[in-house]
């Protein structure tokens, strides 16, 4: 994942554009994913897709001075995404109403996007906007906009039955590398992960440009009603611990298996559905009402690192992105298993111990997982409480309580209601 | 409100008689009440209406002396609401069998009443009364028990519909300023301002003498079945925070509304409704399961001036009244706006930058109350929830949403479901 | 108690065998219970009823020594419960195999059972352990396992009707006073004061030798479906708060019951139901799925007294027991109360003062428990709420309630619904 990222991040992403194209074209050198994609002027429900940008160059010079004093060859930040194409000579105030900077971390480049309203800026420090002198500028952006293509990579790992989960990741910030190339890494690891095991759903996979790319990809889907389950990841890499975002009611399976799985993570936490943040926000739109939740570390906003020059690899930790990618793998394990059980002797316990499932001397308390997880399953399975009510009231991990069911059936003690 | 509060002070008001009568007098002459009655001896629900009561004088002195120890004429509160005429000359000891005082309050003279059971008594200082010496009194009460009527005052402003809110205040307690002299000028102001604006509901003011008026009302009224929301006020001058008291069932229209209201006003609180308290347990008896709760600031009971001589000017504060109509005219407008909406263009986010509705840079947060009302009524807008539902996932004012709400009918992006 | 507490402590007893029988009748020669059975051999739901278990003595002794090291005389928890018969000598390693104590604890002695798995062993303090040096010890137990009966003992107290109340304790452990001769004494004593009251249930109290007594009960029961309310009761004399635990669906009437009756007892806690514990596992199998819960001080396991020699006379308190026996009480007393009411008046308040069941002077706050419970039961009463419902929602204790009742129900303002 390491290399991936790294191969990634010099790359000026956007919504739509060349850089969004090479990456797609790395992630395809990973997993086998398909391009799809509509028209520059395509009206995608309630928007429209607008038009491609291509920024081959740009920076600030004192006029008469050859010396770039903002660069965007030095970071892609330093323009505001989709910004028209300019070269003027501006004085200082003019200057400064196309600068964006933030006065409450004076040392970091903030991002900044323009994309349905045609206007150019330069994202600076604060630091180095209060330095700039009185004078004269000379302002560079040598950039296109012109019809194109808005693009997306999909991938759809096929299961037994075609019920599927989906997960997506948006691509297209710029030199940020939580956000989102934490994202698209886990889910590269995820999907040839979930290509190498049985799986009984079949999973889909999306790699989307922000906002319009999952508007778009909603606009032409037919798989729509296939879905049951579904989480937007992002922002995995960071220290903070996982926060889950409940889907748009709040309470379907996806919400009741990742608080289940999340409840034994510590520094974990799980929040209501807002109708603000990432793609969850289309997902979750009331015409569609997708049981689609998010899973990040921090969240936007909440720490001072997000969508600035921050973001970079100091913040960065191979190892957090590694235990978010066990998380995912967890959580799928539990849709996976998560199903309506039927005790098969459910008058009184059944004799464990005649059966080599449980330990023959009494009269001591032995709160192994696994026998204590056999008499939750076998009590709770009366064929309306599924794999995820048993873990919430045993308080045992979801994965101690599959294995425990795997046992079960194998030794006809309970099957599938 | 003031001068009316004092206007209303000096009066000898009881639940019937010539003080009540002139009360609402002074009422009428704010707004337009009809008067509304029925006779002593008639039967209302399970009680019957008592003879009216008017005391002309009444004083304790030292036999033999002139010097009234305890006088009528100093303040109301000297005597037992509906005491018996009186005239005789008894020893400590028997005079002591007719006194009400407050051993944990000894500077405080109570206010005490006896509606059914013909007695008489005064109600002193517990200081007063520990320093009255032994041998004998003269007590007098020249006061006269006779049929005559109950009255109240009600008032109909209607609206576009003929569904009702009713809220309702009492007026039979004598020289005591929040308690509800208070309530009875809140009431009067908030019908002012009814008057004056646009309404959707009608709503009914009712100035009531406590239990038996509710109850002769409830005996006589034909509009219950219209009543859709409502509250008692009563004790809105002190200085505690806000208390609402729940209807009946927990969760109708107004309990949501007033705590979503309330929320936002810091010190307030919402309490389970109990069969204690004013007249909220008439219009919440069972038979009428009425959606009535109670707002007042101090609960009864629980501060010390209550029901006490203490409960005068010092105690009671204009702009703590000020703000407690501000709160009523607020609930009164969620009232109005407490409707459930449809979101027309339902299938992902509304482009509301477009529409001008939406900032259109990106990238940074930015959680501006009216932006995100804009989202969160879009999200929650599928015909099913109501303004106090979204209210209370998003934790915004039920204000704010009822703004944005305008807004978005008024761009065609909702409509009322 | 004390007495019958006593005589049954030097007994070993275990889930069948002379010891159990003998503890039967000495329960026989306090209440009339009945005999009830079956035989060795017999299929139980998933069980079997194993052999009877007949120990007359055993002792561990240095090879060549008189001198018992081990001795059965001197604690019947020194041997292992249902061990085989063994005469042997063996080295200090293979004696170690067949040895339990309790690192952690190392003065007191286990108590351990091996029901269905034929071996032996002894158990000592870990001390004693220990101290065992290297060389030769001669182990005996003479015992014998053998086809018999496996009995329990049972009382049927007619009611008004026939829906019953079950309430059962655990008959197996050996020497262990709070787990379970406190149970034992506590249900002698309900059933000789249930056999003394009238009582609209019936009662049916069982003496049930541990899991397999259950278990067998169950297979032969033909008053299941009479069951509607239960209650497993053990370990009630040591120094603990009350333990009430849930059945399994968590809010049958016992569970509503036991909550508002342990609410006014402090140091009480109400937990959810768990499969493991003790009968009420059986109870609570999701066949069965009766509204039987739990009512225990200390819960099992969470007291280090629990299962070992240290739960004597002194870790056992009468007046713990007193208690405990006054709470199931309370708990029948409630159960035969917890009936749906309705009031004949539900428009506006009653007039209880013209009735005496009310003050007469009106103005002062009086909080007396037994006014505020005619409130509370006549507001509440529309015909869906119950006693519980009513101790729930005002906070007074069933047995203020059920007064209130009473008294309410003689002045013709309430009846059953």
Redesign the interface.
């Known amino acids: 994942m390491i290399s991936l990222i790294e191969d990634l991040y010099p790359i000026c992403r956007s919504i739509m554009g060349p850089g969004t194209r090479s990456t797609l074209d790395r992630i395809a050198s990973e997993i086998p994913i398909t391009r799809e994609g509509v028209a520059s002027g395509t009206q995608?429900?309630?928007?429209i897709v607008p038009d491609e940008w291509e920024v081959r160059d740009a920076y600030i010079a004192r006029e008469g001075s050859d010396e770039r004093l903002v660069d965007f060859r030095a970071s892609n930040l330093h323009v505001?995404?989709h910004s028209v194409a300019v070269d003027a000579v501006v004085d200082r105030d003019e200057l400064d109403e196309h600068l964006?900077s933030l006065p409450d971390r004076p040392d970091a480049v903030?991002?900044?996007?323009?994309?349905?309203?045609p206007?150019w800026?330069f994202c600076v420090s604060h630091d180095q906007r209060a330095a700039l002198p009185a004078g004269d500028y000379h302002v560079v952006i040598d950039s296109t906009l012109a019809p194109g293509r808005l693009e997306w990579g999909e991938l759809l790992i096929p299961g037994e039955i075609d019920r599927e989960m989906l997960i997506t990741t948006h691509i297209c910030h710029p030199s940020l590398v939580n956000d989102n190339l934490s994202g698209i890494a886990a889910l590269v690891e995820v999907g040839r992960w979930l290509a190498s095991v049985n799986r009984r759903y079949s999973y889909r996979l999306l790699f989307l440009p922000g906002?319009i790319g999952?508007?778009s990809w909603?606009?032409q889907a037919t798989s729509i009603q296939r879905i049951d389950h579904g989480l937007v990841i992002t922002g995995l890499g960071d220290p903070s611990g996982f926060t889950y975002k409940r889907s748009?009611r709040g309470h379907r399976d996806i919400d009741r298996i990742a608080a289940e799985v999340l409840r034994h993570v510590e520094g974990s936490r799980v929040v209501?559905f807002?109708?603000?943040g990432y793609d969850e926000?289309?997902f979750?739109?009331?015409?569609?009402?997708l049981p689609v939740g998010r899973l990040t570390r921090g969240v936007?906003?909440e720490y001072p690192e997000?969508?600035t020059s921050a973001d970079d690899f100091d913040f960065f930790s191979g190892h957090q992105l590694d235990t978010a990618v066990d998380l995912l793998v967890d959580v799928v394990d539990a849709v996976e298993a998560n199903r309506t059980y039927r005790?098969t002797?459910?008058?009184?316990?059944?004799?464990l111990?005649?059966r080599g499932l449980y330990r023959?001397?009494?009269?001591?308390?032995d709160?192994q997982a696994v026998e204590?997880a056999y008499?939750?399953v076998?009590?709770?399975?009366?064929g309306t409480t599924d794999l995820c009510d048993i873990a919430h009231?045993?308080g045992l991990r979801p994965a101690v309580i599959s294995e425990a069911v795997r046992r079960l059936v194998e030794a006809d003690l309970l099957e599938i209601a």
Do not use: K
């Open positions: 995608v429900l309630d928007w505001v995404s964006h903030p991002y900044r996007t323009s994309y349905y309203s206007t800026g906002t999952s508007i909603l606009a748009r209501d807002s109708p603000y926000r289309q979750c739109s009331p015409g569609f009402d936007h906003g997000y969508h005790n002797s459910p008058y009184g316990e059944v004799q111990g005649r023959s001397t009494g009269g001591a308390i709160s204590m008499l939750w076998l009590n709770a399975s009366d009231q045993s």
